[in-house]
C-alpha cells in the first residue's frame, strides 16, 4: 500500500477544475456538433414500424363510429387502434386530473384530438392508411371563452366531471378557481389619489421546441416494454403510461434520448402509450416522429388569458392596493392549469408592496386547445398586466416609470399576498437600476448615414420597406417575480446516485439521475458540483432512465435547484463515507484523520488547512463507494382555498429587462434594438449557462410581445396556424443584442445559494418590449403580440 | 426507384425510395446520418440545412430524386469537408453503416468524463468547435443546420459583420439560446479563422 499524507510528506495542494463557478464546457456538446446525438427522432431499431395519429377535425363532436377496415387492409398496415381496443379499464391519463383521453371515445373535446393510432412499414403508408379511417361526426356547439363555458345552458365540456377541485368551482367547466384576499382592498382604495385600471388579453404562446415529439417503444420478452422518448420528467411518465398499458410500473422501462427543448410543452404524455400500445400489439419496435404540423397539436400550450387590474396610488407614489381577475383559458383537458391558476393568483400581485389586495384566479374548460405548462407558467400573464399598469400609474403621476417601480419594489423581508414573507434577497430596485444605467445604444443611424444606413437594421429589415421615414424610437422597462419549483404543499423531491470508484488509477466519479437533459445544462452543472464535493476531474453522467428513483420535473426553473441539490447532497455523503474509509486503513499516520475539518480535492485527501494526507487511489483501492439518496427543499403548504394564504412557494427569482424599438409606424413593423436584462441567480454555477438560459428566456418573451400567436377560430375553435410558415418565432434578424448583467445574491436555503434561473427573464422581457412600443407610438396597446394592424390602426 | 449521390466524399445507393422521398427522410433513414434534423419538414427552420453540390439547402424540400449523381455534405461529413475545402473531394465522412443512431449506440449514451470536448479525440472544423467553446449549443437541434449555413457563409466571406451573420443565418430557427451565442460561435470561428491565416 502506497501510503502518502506522513506528516514530513505535505504535497502541494492541487485545486480541482472544472468545479462550481466556472464556465465547464457542455459535455454533449461534441456530439451535439457532429450530428451524432441521439435525440428521440433519431431512434431506430432493425425492422421497426412506423406510427401515425390520426386527429380529430373538428373542435367538439359526438363521435358516431369509426370504420377502421379500410385502413387495416392496406398494404404495409400492421395494425390500427381505437378506444375500443385499449386494455385496461383505465383509459385516461393526465397531470392533475385524469381527464385525457388515450384516444377519443364517445366525443372529440378539441381540434386535433387523437382518435386513432397506425402502425406501418413506412411512415406514409401509415399516414395513407390513417387518411381511408372513416369518422362520423355529430357536431356539438363550441365553447370557447368565459361566457360560453359558464352561461345558463353551457354544455359541460366534461359531462360526470368528479375531481378534487368541484367543490371550490362555481361551475363545472371552471378547472380550478384560487382567490387571494389580504387586508381590505376596498377600504384602502379609499387612500387611493389616483386609480387606475386596464384590461388585457394575452395570446396563446407555443413552445415551439425545435425536436418534434418522438420515440421509440420496443417491445420486450417479459411482456413489458421499453420506451426511449423526450420528455420532461420520466418518472411522471411511467406513473401515467402503466395503468394504460396494464402493466406494473417495472414492466416500462423508459431511457431519456436526445431532447431537442421542452420549455414545459413536454411535461404531458404525446406520443408515448400510444407508441407503447401499437408496439405491444404488433410485438415489434414502433417509432413515432410528430411533423410539425403535429406538434402543434401534440402538445399543450400556454394558457391564453384575459385580464382585469384596478391599482391605486397616493399623490406621492406609494401603491394603496390592487383588485385583478384573471381568466385562463385551459382548453379541453386540465393537463396543468390548477398550478397555474394558483401561480397566477400568488404571483400577481408582482414584485411589489401591496398589502390591500383582492385577486382572482381561475382556468375555464373549453373546445380550444389544452394549455398547460409553458416557461413562466402563470406568471408570465400576470406580469403582462402589471407591468403595463405601472406605466399607466407612472404617467398619471408624472414620474419616471422606473423611479415609480422603485418607490414600491418589494425587498428581503417583504409580505407576498399570500402572507408569506420573502426570506431570501429581492433586488428588485438594483436590478432595474442596472438596466437603466446601461448606455443607451446609438441613436437611429440612418438619420446620419443617409444613402449609406444599412436598411437590415431597420424594421422590416431586409424586406427594404423603409429608409428611416416614419420609424420612431422607444424606450420601456418591465421587471417581474417568479417562483422555484414545485408550490402548494407538493412533495417535491429528487434522487441523486453517486458513484466514486478507482478505474485505471484514477479516482471517477459516476452520477446517475433521472433528470431529463433537455437543453438546460444539467449535465454540465451536476459534474461540476461532483467534481467541487468530490475532488475528482473524472466525472461520467449516466444515461437518464427509471433505474434511478426520480428526479422531478426538468421545470418550475427547479432542477439546478432539485437534482444539484441531490446530487450535491449525495456526493457528501459519498465523501463522508470515503473519509471513512480512509480513517480506517491510514488515520494511524495523521492526527488530522481524527481531528481536522477533512476535504477531496485533487484527488487527494486534505486538511481545511490545505495538508495533504493521503490519494483517493489509496483510500480506495478496489473498493467502490455507491449510494443513492433522495432530498427535498423545505416544505410548503397550500394555498387556502378561500383566501389564498399560505406559505406556497420555495423560493422567488427576479429578473428586469430595458427594451428599446423602433416602429414604422406607417407599415405597422417594429424592430427590437436592443433587449438588455438583469437577474438575480444567486450564484451561477456555469456563467455560460446561465446568461444562455437568460438570453433564450429573453427571447421567448420578444417572441410573444411582437410575433406569436396560436390563433384559433373564435366560431369553430379549430387552429388556423400550425406550421413555422405562419406561427411565427423569433429568427436571428427578429432578435436584438441582449446585454445581461448577473447579480449573485446567495439565498442561503438554496444549495451553494442558487436561484433557479430558466423563467424570470420570460416574465419581464414582453412586458418592457410592450412599454418601448407604447412609449415609441403613445399608442395603449393592451393585447400581446403586438400585431401591425394594432400600430397604424387599420 | 434507386438514387445514386456522393454523401460525404462517400458514393452510396439508396434502393426502394418513394417517389415522395425527401432527401432529409433518405440522409436520415436511408443512409443512417440522422445529424440533419427534422425540426419542421417545410424548409422553415434550417434544421436539416445540408450542402447540395457546395449550396446550402434545406433537404426536407429536396426531393430525393433530385440528389441523383449530386454531392452532398452534412454535418456528419463537415469537419471533413472544411478540413478539404481547398481539395477536389470533401472528405470519406460516414457511409451507410457509419454515422446513424442505432439503439445499441443510443443506449450506450454516457457524457463522457470531460470538459465539453469529447472523450474522443475527434477533429471538430473551426465552426463545430467555436459552436461549444462560445456555449452555442444548448439543446442543440438547430445546431447542424445551424454550422452547415455558417460554414458555408465563413468560406464566403472570412469576416462578416453582424448584419452578415445575421442575414446569413435568418434561415435557421433556434428556440434555446437567443442567439446571441450563435453569434459569438460565428465570430470566433472567423477571427480563429484570421489567426490562422
Not at chain 1, 415529439?213 to 411518465?237: C, I, M
Not at chain 1, 448615414?449 to 424594421?459: K, N, S, T, Y
Not at chain 1, 429587462?657 to 417594429?670: N, Q, W
Request: net charge negative.
Amino acid at each position: 500500500m502506497g501510503v502518502t499524507g506522513s506528516p514530513t510528506n505535505i504535497q502541494q495542494r492541487s485545486k480541482t477544475k472544472g468545479g462550481i463557478g466556472e464556465s465547464t464546457l457542455r459535455p454533449d456538446g461534441t456530439l451535439k456538433v457532429t450530428g451524432e446525438f441521439a435525440y428521440s427522432s433519431d431512434m431506430w431499431h432493425e425492422d421497426m414500424l412506423w406510427g401515425f395519429t390520426l386527429r380529430s377535425t373538428t373542435a367538439h363532436a359526438e363521435i358516431k363510429s369509426i370504420d377502421v377496415s379500410e385502413a387495416l387492409a392496406t398494404s404495409g398496415v400492421y395494425s390500427v387502434l381505437t378506444y375500443d381496443d385499449l386494455p385496461t379499464e383505465m383509459k385516461n391519463y393526465g397531470l392533475e386530473i385524469q381527464d385525457t383521453p388515450v384516444l377519443a371515445h364517445g366525443k372529440v373535446r378539441h381540434h386535433g384530438e387523437p382518435v386513432a393510432i397506425v402502425a406501418a412499414d413506412h411512415p406514409e403508408t401509415a399516414r395513407r392508411a390513417a387518411a381511408k379511417i372513416k369518422i362520423e361526426y355529430v357536431e356539438l356547439p363550441v365553447i370557447t371563452d368565459e361566457a360560453s363555458a359558464t352561461g345558463p345552458d353551457a354544455l359541460l365540456i366534461h359531462e360526470g366531471r368528479d375531481d378534487h377541485h368541484i367543490g371550490h368551482v362555481p361551475h363545472p367547466n371552471i378547472v380550478h378557481r384560487q382567490p387571494v384576499i389580504r387586508g381590505d382592498a376596498d377600504e384602502a382604495a379609499k387612500r387611493a389619489d389616483i386609480i387606475v385600471s386596464g384590461d388585457y388579453v394575452f395570446g396563446m404562446q407555443d413552445q415551439a421546441f425545435l425536436g418534434p415529439e418522438s420515440g421509440l417503444a420496443v417491445p420486450a420478452e417479459d411482456g413489458g416494454v421499453d420506451l426511449y422518448v423526450a420528455t420532461q420528467w420520466l418518472h411522471s411518465d411511467l406513473r401515467q403510461i402503466a395503468p394504460v398499458l396494464g402493466l406494473p410500473e417495472d414492466k416500462v422501462r423508459m431511457t431519456l434520448s436526445g431532447v431537442g427543448g421542452a420549455f414545459g410543452g413536454r411535461e404531458d404524455l404525446s406520443m408515448q402509450i400510444h407508441a407503447c400500445l401499437l408496439a405491444l400489439r404488433t410485438g415489434k419496435p414502433v417509432k413515432i416522429v410528430y411533423n410539425r404540423f403535429e406538434s402543434f397539436f401534440g402538445h399543450v400550450h400556454r394558457h391564453p388569458a384575459k385580464l382585469h387590474y384596478e391599482h391605486g396610488v397616493t399623490k406621492d407614489g406609494k401603491l394603496t392596493h390592487m383588485k385583478c381577475r384573471i381568466v385562463l383559458d385551459g382548453g379541453a383537458y386540465a393537463s396543468a392549469s390548477p398550478a397555474v391558476v394558483g401561480n397566477a393568483a400568488s404571483l400577481a400581485v408582482g414584485p411589489y408592496v401591496i398589502e390591500d389586495v383582492d385577486i382572482e384566479a381561475v382556468a375555464l374548460y373549453t373546445n380550444n386547445p389544452p394549455c398547460g405548462a409553458m416557461r413562466g407558467f402563470g406568471a408570465v400573464q400576470a406580469c403582462f398586466a402589471y407591468e403595463a399598469q405601472m406605466d399607466k400609474l407612472a404617467a398619471k403621476l408624472d414620474m419616471d416609470p422606473v423611479e415609480f417601480r422603485q418607490l414600491n419594489a418589494m425587498e428581503q423581508g417583504t409580505l407576498l399576498p399570500t402572507g408569506q414573507a420573502c426570506d431570501s434577497p429581492a433586488p428588485v430596485a438594483e436590478l432595474l437600476r442596472l438596466v437603466k444605467s446601461r448606455p443607451l445604444p446609438p441613436e437611429q443611424q440612418w438619420l446620419s448615414a443617409g444613402e449609406d444606413a444599412d436598411v437590415r437594421a431597420l424594421p422590416g429589415g431586409l424586406s427594404n420597406t423603409t429608409h428611416g421615414e416614419g420609424v420612431v424610437r422607444g424606450v420601456g422597462y418591465a421587471v417581474g417575480l417568479k417562483n422555484v419549483g414545485f408550490s402548494e404543499g407538493f412533495d417535491d423531491y429528487s434522487t441523486a446516485r453517486v458513484r466514486m470508484e478507482i478505474i485505471n488509477g484514477e479516482p471517477v466519479a459516476t452520477v446517475h439521475t433521472a433528470m431529463a437533459e433537455v437543453g438546460q445544462g444539467g449535465v454540465t452543472v451536476h459534474a461540476q458540483i461532483v467534481r467541487t464535493e468530490l475532488g475528482v476531474n473524472q466525472v461520467t453522467i449516466h444515461p437518464a432512465d427509471t433505474q434511478v428513483g426520480s428526479a422531478g420535473s426538468t421545470s418550475a426553473s427547479r432542477q439546478t435547484y432539485m437534482t444539484g441539490g441531490a446530487v450535491k447532497n449525495t456526493a457528501e455523503a459519498v465523501r463522508e463515507k470515503v473519509l471513512e474509509i480512509g480513517r480506517a486503513k491510514l488515520g494511524t499516520y495523521h492526527p488530522a484523520w481524527a481531528t481536522a475539518e477533512l476535504l477531496l480535492e485533487g484527488g487527494k485527501v486534505v486538511t481545511d488547512g490545505g495538508e495533504v494526507l493521503a490519494d483517493l487511489v489509496d483510500v480506495l483501492e478496489d473498493e467502490a463507494v455507491d449510494l443513492e439518496l433522495e432530498w427535498r427543499h423545505r416544505p410548503t403548504v397550500a394555498f387556502d382555498l378561500v383566501t389564498g394564504q399560505g406559505d406556497g412557494h420555495v423560493q422567488y427569482s427576479f429578473a428586469a429587462h430595458r427594451a428599446v424599438v423602433e416602429v414604422d409606424t406607417e407599415l405597422g413593423l417594429v424592430k427590437v434594438i436592443e433587449l438588455a436584462v438583469a437577474q438575480d441567480v444567486g450564484k451561477a454555477l456555469n456563467p455560460l449557462s446561465v446568461v444562455g438560459q437568460i438570453q433564450g428566456g429573453t427571447t421567448q418573451g420578444l417572441g410573444v410581445a411582437v410575433m406569436e400567436e396560436i390563433i384559433v377560430d373564435p366560431k369553430t375553435a379549430r387552429v388556423r396556424n400550425p406550421s413555422f410558415t405562419d406561427y411565427l418565432i423569433p429568427t436571428i434578424l427578429d432578435t436584438p443584442t441582449i446585454p445581461v448583467d448577473v447579480l449573485e445574491l446567495a439565498d442561503e436555503h438554496a444549495p451553494y445559494g442558487l436561484r433557479g434561473i430558466g423563467e424570470a427573464p420570460t416574465l419581464s422581457s414582453t412586458p418592457a418590449v410592450l412599454a418601448a412600443i407604447r412609449n415609441a407610438t403613445g399608442l395603449e396597446l393592451n393585447r400581446t403580440p403586438v400585431r401591425p394592424e394594432h400600430l397604424t390602426a387599420t | 426507384m434507386r438514387v445514386n449521390f456522393t454523401v460525404n466524399g462517400r458514393p452510396q445507393e439508396a434502393d426502394d425510395v418513394w417517389e415522395g422521398e425527401s432527401l432529409l427522410y433518405v440522409l436520415r433513414e436511408r443512409m443512417g446520418l440522422p445529424g440533419s434534423k427534422n425540426a419542421c419538414e417545410q424548409g422553415e427552420c434550417g434544421s436539416c440545412t445540408v450542402r447540395l453540390d457546395g449550396v446550402p439547402v434545406c433537404s426536407c424540400l429536396v426531393a430525393a430524386g433530385q440528389a441523383e449523381g449530386r454531392e452532398i455534405v452534412t454535418v456528419e461529413g463537415l469537419a471533413d469537408y472544411a478540413k478539404h475545402r481547398e481539395g477536389a473531394h470533401p472528405g470519406t465522412g460516414c457511409g451507410s453503416s457509419g454515422c446513424g443512431t442505432s439503439l445499441d449506440d443510443a443506449k450506450r449514451w454516457q457524457s463522457k468524463p470531460t470538459d465539453g470536448r469529447s472523450g474522443e479525440t475527434r477533429e471538430l472544423s473551426p465552426i463545430q468547435q467555436a459552436f461549444i467553446d462560445a456555449g452555442a449549443v444548448q439543446c442543440g437541434f438547430c445546431t447542424p443546420g445551424l454550422l452547415v449555413a455558417a460554414d458555408e457563409l465563413l468560406e464566403q466571406n472570412d469576416s462578416p459583420s453582424d448584419a452578415d451573420i445575421r442575414e446569413a443565418l435568418s434561415g435557421n430557427l433556434c428556440r434555446c439560446t437567443g442567439y446571441e451565442k450563435i453569434l459569438d460561435a460565428v465570430r470566433l470561428a472567423a477571427a480563429r479563422q484570421e489567426e490562422t491565416v
